[in-house]
């Protein structure tokens, strides 16, 4: 079951890394911290799908990567084709550990190799794109990793005209950026307008211009939001004055503002005004240490805190890292923290979400359910800090409310509720019905509007004769359960039976049956079942029963040769038609004739089942007529037979199975014929038979 799924998964070694890398220990808990074996446990590893990782260089040679990279060059890259595919390219280091944060291979620990990880999207795979991300010529390189100051119209121009970040966008559904440049929003107010000639005011003037080329790419207006490249970047790690750029390039000196995005993750900051591109599907990540607690190192959400998620980056009050592999080791591990790390977390996610949802969610919906799910709890309602909060990967992957059943063309409905939604199968299918529905599925949404695929059969619930064990049925031959009367036949004009009150139905408590004539009458009593039949004159019977079946009034019952309790089902060898009437009246007469006799009953009840008795107040009602042959008697054995035609209305059911919720109504109708025959063949032994057939 899925318990056992996800505690296999939890307990494999590469989910809960405990390591020592360069001798000092560690713990690597990120998984963990996502819930990601409860997406495992569903079965959504990513498969099928791919990351662009746009970084510095790969080592796709490593057990963590073998298989699964295709290298791009010619786009970004400033190190030759050649090299590149094979993973020479500078800084291979951190490229490598961020592709197999997000989808490194799953395998198990081996006694040469001490250590293991696993991505996040461990199916998944990865079209690497190789950058130089501290180049000299903005040409060869996104326009996110410029660190370099004073930047000039000359710049935007040639940036504006390079097709590079352009062509990179459109390598995949997603993107992990794991770099940016280092200027806080605050630094960039700062600075204002004062960057050369430019054609637009304000506080972050020179960040718009500088940035609308990569924005207006970013945003990919030309396509439906469902087809956009969705884009994760690394918030920064510039808390507490963590510059990441060249000395001689801090003209502004060593204070940063952290309390939102650096440069890249903070686009959606920059471009919220009435025009501007739609951001929508690109995330800014921030990075949590192993106590779950926002990373002393990590950029805040602040302003960005829309588009703002939390992830694992690693550090904390130990010794506690991302453990991702050493680029040229072959099957060596090294230790990480940062935005960076967390950023492949957040791809990952996507990557398993995609997979799970089969498709069926635009990209852009998938970044709402991402945001949409994540942990609030907690510290994590600080949205300030934490955004929309950790990601929580096991909310992702199961319904965000109720659940509905479409029953129109579109999610506007019509619909029914899921829980309301199941199919009871009546016995007279046997695994019919379990067998077809398990063939197809159905797509259930929930209150965020994402599909959730059941197979049918998963609304399918047995009738209580399909759960009765052997031992519930042997514990009743010789018992009658619901206390019904004997056979009306001549001698026994009346019959009323009673049980206690507080029984309640098809409960297996025994009976008590008590007559009218008792000298010592049982208090709190109520009515079991009562049956009664009085003389037409010459010409036969009237019969009239309350709470039984009415197919004891005909056939092998009706002459004495079986009576409820002989078989473990009590209405064996009667119309099996008659069964989802049970438990209602039934009224008729016997009407003898010249050669033979007739029997006619019109019939009312709800539908019950088996040995515990099921009630269904739907109704159904019909009628039967029964003819009889007149008893032979040779050598003073008696045979009797007799055929039967009927018709059965049902409410709600066919045969005993019941729709409810987005099954629909049902109405039924059967016409039915059956034939009943017993021989004595001795003064001990009788030999009986019945035949029943219907058409509905």
Not at 210 to 218: Q, Y
Not at 341 to 363: C, H, T
Not at 437 to 452: S, T
Not at 556 to 568: E, K, N, R, T, Y
Request: with cysteine.
């Amino acid at each position: 079951g899925f318990a056992t799924r996800r505690a296999n998964f939890e307990a494999s070694p590469e989910y809960d890394v405990s390591f020592t890398v360069n001798g000092v220990p560690g713990d690597d808990i990120h998984l963990r911290q996502i819930g990601a074996a409860y997406a495992y446990a569903r079965g959504a590893t990513g498969a099928g799908e791919t990351i662009v990782v746009v970084d510095s260089g790969i080592d796709a040679s490593h057990r963590e990567l073998q298989g699964k990279v295709r290298v791009i060059t010619g786009i970004g890259d400033s190190c030759a084709p050649a090299d590149a595919a094979a993973g020479r390219c500078s800084g291979a280091e951190h490229g490598t550990a961020v592709a197999a944060v997000a989808a490194g291979n799953r395998g198990a620990f081996t006694s040469t190799i001490p250590l293991n990880m696993q991505g996040v999207a461990f199916d998944a795979n990865i079209n690497f794109i190789p950058i130089e991300l501290r180049g000299s010529s903005p040409t060869l390189r996104p326009l996110l990793a410029l660190n370099e100051y004073p930047w000039g119209p000359s710049d935007r121009a040639q940036l504006d005209s390079s097709a590079n970040y352009r062509r990179y966008i459109a390598q995949g559904a997603i993107l992990n950026f794991s770099f940016g440049a280092p200027w806080a929003l605050s630094e960039w107010r700062t600075l204002g307008s004062n960057c050369g000639a430019i054609d637009e005011t304000g506080p972050l003037a020179c960040y718009r211009y500088f940035f609308r080329p990569e924005v207006n790419a970013l945003a990919q207006a030309s396509r439906d939001p469902a087809d956009r490249s969705i884009v994760v970047i690394a918030a920064g790690n510039e808390n507490g004055g963590n510059h990441d750029r060249d000395d001689n390039r801090d003209m502004l000196g060593p204070a940063v503002d952290a309390t939102s995005p650096a440069t890249g993750a903070a686009h959606a900051v920059a471009f919220n005004r009435p025009g501007d591109p739609d951001l929508s599907h690109v995330l800014a990540v921030v990075a949590l240490d192993a106590d779950g607690r926002i990373a002393s190192y990590s950029n805040r959400c602040g302003e960005a805190k829309a588009f703002c998620i939390a992830a694992p980056g690693g550090g904390g009050t130990s010794e506690d890292f991302i453990l991702a592999p050493r680029a040229g080791s072959g099957d060596g591990y090294t230790g990480w923290s940062g935005t960076s790390f967390a950023a492949p977390i957040v791809s990952g996610s996507l990557a398993v979400l995609r997979e799970y949802f089969r498709g069926q969610l635009g990209n852009t919906e998938i970044v709402n359910r991402l945001l949409g799910t994540a942990n609030r709890g907690g510290i994590y309602a600080d949205s300030d800090i934490y955004g929309h909060g950790l990601v929580d990967l096991d909310a992702a992957t199961r319904p965000s409310g109720a659940t509905t059943v479409v029953t129109g063309a579109t999610l506007d409905g019509p619909g029914v509720a899921e829980a309301l939604t199941e199919l009871v199968s009546g016995a007279a299918f046997g695994d019919a019905l379990a067998r077809g529905l398990a063939e197809r599925e159905v797509a259930v949404f929930d209150e965020l509007d994402a599909p959730f695929f059941r197979t049918l059969d998963a609304y399918l619930q047995p009738t209580a004769a399909t759960r009765a064990g052997i031992e519930d049925r042997l514990a009743r031959m010789g018992d009658d359960p619901r206390g019904a009367p004997a056979p009306i036949r001549p001698g026994n004009p009346i019959t009323l039976r009673l049980r206690l009150a507080s029984a309640a139905d098809g409960d297996g408590d025994s009976f008590i049956r008590h007559s009218l004539e008792s000298e010592n009458p049982v208090r709190n009593l109520e009515l079991a079942a009562l049956s009664l039949t009085t003389p037409l004159g010459r010409s036969g019977d009237a019969f009239l029963s309350l709470r039984h079946h009415p197919g004891w009034n005909f056939g092998l019952h009706a002459d004495g040769i079986v009576a409820p309790g002989m078989f473990s089902d009590d209405d064996a060898f009667a119309s099996p038609y008659l069964s989802f009437a049970r438990d209602g009246e039934a009224a008729g007469f016997a009407l003898p004739l010249s050669t033979g006799a007739l029997r006619v009953a019109a019939f009312r009840g709800g539908a019950q089942w088996g040995e515990r008795r099921d009630y269904d107040p739907s109704p159904a009602h019909g009628a039967l007529f029964e003819y009889r042959l007149p008893q032979r008697n040779r050598a003073g054995l008696p045979s009797g037979f007799a055929i039967q035609s009927g018709w059965l209305e049902e409410t709600g059911r066919l045969m005993g199975s019941r729709p409810q919720g987005a099954f629909g109504d049902l109405r039924s109708e059967t016409g039915f014929l059956g034939a009943t025959a017993h021989k004595s063949l001795s003064a001990r032994w009788t030999a009986f038979a019945a035949l029943h057939l219907g058409v509905s």
